[in-house]
């Protein structure tokens, strides 16, 4: 069951972002973002820390703003507004486990970034170009699994099944494959026997969000699987793919950690290129 190395495909992109980053910062006043995080959930805490430390590695200024989980509609509409207003801020991100308690949900929150400070590329504006072919800001995870087949060389035209219909990654993924000439089905909860679309499929992108549910069943030999699941069993980070079950297949798959997530979390701040550029126009 080969794992799938995409550390030289993060290692060039890094490096590409970093060379990007050093010579605008001659010239001008090193970046800046804001990380947004409402409420103290430990394991979005984490994430978001990360990658704090991976912009200031990349020589990125990063704010972690952090809101108590009571915060109020209005007040965080009015805390995103000015972030997004402020000239020395130069991309903003939400974390989207926004408690409940908030009264706004992550799609409505995001309408409240200036869409070229919108490093996720999960508003309304940015979603409306991608869905069109047009230059926007994509969102990271799905600009993820993109760079992923590009780098497997995946053939255009290949069926690909998504399994998750989020902003973040089911939709956005689905309408940037329909760009490329890919044939993209999605799947979610309410789907009827995903089996039978799945196990027709060359390549699979789960999002889940259940450790190993996706096992030997679902998949046809030779099955490239991108998973993008990020579950927390028993102190460990594991992905929905079952790996026992695949064992001595000739299916592969992005690991789990060290995969999709570990590049999405530099394609955040590789997305910062265009709101710079923007911004210089």
Not at 66 to 73: M, N
Not at 218 to 230: K, N, P, R, T
């Amino acid at each position: 069951m080969p794992s799938i190395d995409i550390t030289p495909l993060y290692n060039s992109m890094r490096g590409d972002l970093r060379d990007f980053l050093s010579k605008y910062s001659l010239e001008n006043t090193p970046p800046k973002v804001a990380l947004v995080i409402v409420g103290d959930d430990p394991a979005s805490l984490a994430y978001l820390n990360s990658k704090r430390r991976l912009a200031e590695k990349l020589g990125i200024e990063a704010d972690v703003v952090q809101l108590p989980s009571d915060t109020g509609r209005e007040s965080l509409i009015k805390k995103i507004e000015e972030l997004s207003s402020d000239k020395n801020i130069h991309g903003v991100m939400v974390e989207n486990t926004i408690p409940a308690e908030a009264g706004i949900t992550y799609p409505e929150i995001v309408d409240h970034i200036t869409p070229w400070k919108d490093l996720d590329g999960s508003n309304t504006v940015n979603m409306g170009r991608t869905a069109k072919g047009l230059s926007s800001i994509e969102p990271a995870t799905a600009r993820s699994v993109m760079e992923t087949m590009k780098f497997l060389e995946i053939p255009t035209g290949s069926k690909i099944c998504i399994i998750n219909r989020s902003i973040t990654v089911g939709r956005p993924l689905a309408m940037m494959l329909l760009n490329k000439s890919f044939t993209p089905v999605v799947c979610h909860s309410r789907s009827i026997d995903i089996k039978s679309i799945t196990v027709r499929s060359p390549v699979v992108v789960t999002a889940i969000g259940k450790a190993g549910i996706i096992d030997r069943s679902y998949l046809s030999d030779g099955a490239v699987v991108i998973d993008v699941g990020i579950n927390s069993v028993g102190g460990e980070i594991k992905g929905d793919l079952d790996l026992q079950s695949i064992s001595g297949t000739s299916i592969r798959y992005t690991p789990v950690p060290g995969g999709i997530g570990k590049l999405t979390s530099l394609l955040i701040f590789d997305n910062l290129r265009l709101s710079l550029k923007r911004k210089h126009m």
